[in-house]
């Protein structure tokens, strides 16, 4: 299986800066897609950004010019850079990376536990 550890969140004032990490380790696979989603309480998890194997990258609009996403294919990490954080985002964030297996071949889904990020005003 894969596991996905984050780190990175915590407690920061507004208009300050965090680095999202996300190291994927376990099983032979392929990522053939990592990304970061947000969850707010009795709310649905939504895309923050994503990012694949060729680098293609996909932001949702109310983070466009503000985060960025990044990845280190040797370290099989993704990272997420946030800057200019506003009160608004402070929520927990969630790593995903969208994998196939070596053995069987399949594609598979998998979710980290998520890191919470605040933002204070």
């Known amino acids: 299986q894969v596991q996905l550890v984050e780190s990175g969140g915590g407690l920061v004032q507004a208009g300050g800066s965090l680095r999202l990490s996300c190291a994927a380790s376990?099983?032979?696979?392929?990522?053939?897609?990592m990304g970061w989603y947000r969850q707010a309480p009795g709310k649905q998890r939504e895309l923050v950004a994503t990012?694949?194997?060729?680098?293609?990258?996909n932001y949702a609009d109310y983070v466009k010019g503000r985060f960025t996403i990044s990845r280190d294919n040797a370290k099989n990490t993704v990272y997420l850079q946030m800057n200019s954080l506003k009160p608004e985002y402070t929520t927990v964030y969630y790593c995903n990376a969208d994998v196939t297996s070596v053995v069987p071949q399949r594609k598979y889904g998998y979710w980290g536990q998520g890191t919470q990020v605040t933002v204070s005003s």
């Open positions: 376990g099983s032979i696979f392929i990522i053939n897609a």
């Open positions: 990012i694949t194997s060729g680098s293609s990258t």
